[in-house]
C-alpha cells in the first residue's frame, strides 16, 4: 500500500499474522513479542509505550503471564531455557492490539493493525462455522434412528462438507 509521495508500507502476509494467534485462559490473543515483530520495533520499546499509557489497557485488554504460562508456551516454542527476557510475556486481546494502533501512531502500526483485526474476524468465522457444523450434525443424529444409517448419513455429510464434489472425467479422443 503507498502513503504519501513515494513511501512504501510493507505490511506482513495474512498467514503469518493468523500463527501467531494463540488461546490462553479462553481468550485469543497476541504475544508482545509477536507485535514487536510485526510493527518492527523491539519488544522492550511496545512494553514501554504500553506502561505509559497504561490507563489504555485494563486487564480485559492485556494481561500478563505466569511463569507456568510462559514456561508451557517456550516448551511450545522449542525455545532454550538460557538467555533470553527477563520479564514475563504480556498478552493483548483483540481490543488490546486495536488500541496498540493509537499509543504506536506509525503508519505500519496502522496497517498492521488492519491485518491483525482481519485475521481476529477470519478465526471468528470460522468457529461460528465450526459451531453450525456440529449443529447440523447434531440435527442429522437425531433426525436418523437407527445406528447403522446414522454412522453412514453422517460421514457422508462430513465428506460433503470436506470434499469437492466429484465430477465426472470426460473421454478424450474420437467415438466411432
Given at each position: ?62 494481561f ?18 538460557w ?16 488500541m496498540l494502533?493509537?499509543?504506536?501512531r ?13 485475521a ?18 447434531d440435527?442429522v ?35 466411432k
Open positions: 500500500m503507498k502513503k504519501g509521495a513515494g513511501t512504501v508500507i510493507s505490511v506482513t502476509p495474512m498467514p503469518q499474522v493468523e500463527q501467531r494467534i494463540f488461546l490462553i485462559r479462553g481468550q485469543a490473543v497476541m504475544l508482545d513479542a509477536h507485535l514487536a515483530e510485526l510493527y518492527g520495533v523491539e519488544t522492550k520499546a511496545l512494553t514501554r509505550a504500553v506502561k505509559r499509557n497504561i490507563e489504555r489497557f485494563p486487564g480485559d485488554f492485556m500478563q503471564l505466569t511463569k507456568d504460562e510462559a514456561e508451557n508456551l517456550r516448551y511450545q516454542f522449542g525455545a532454550s531455557s538467555g533470553g527476557r527477563r520479564y514475563l510475556p504480556y498478552a493483548f486481546t483483540e481490543q488490546g492490539v486495536a494502533s493509537g499509543v504506536l506509525s503508519d505500519r502500526a496502522i496497517q498492521v493493525n488492519i491485518e491483525i483485526m482481519r481476529f474476524i477470519r478465526m471468528k468465522k470460522a468457529l461460528i462455522v465450526d459451531k453450525a457444523l456440529a449443529r447440523r450434525m440435527a443424529e437425531k433426525t436418523v434412528t437407527l445406528y447403522g444409517q446414522r454412522v453412514k448419513v453422517l460421514s457422508d455429510l462430513v465428506r460433503g462438507m470436506i470434499e469437492p464434489p466429484v465430477k465426472a472425467k470426460r473421454k478424450i479422443g474420437f467415438r
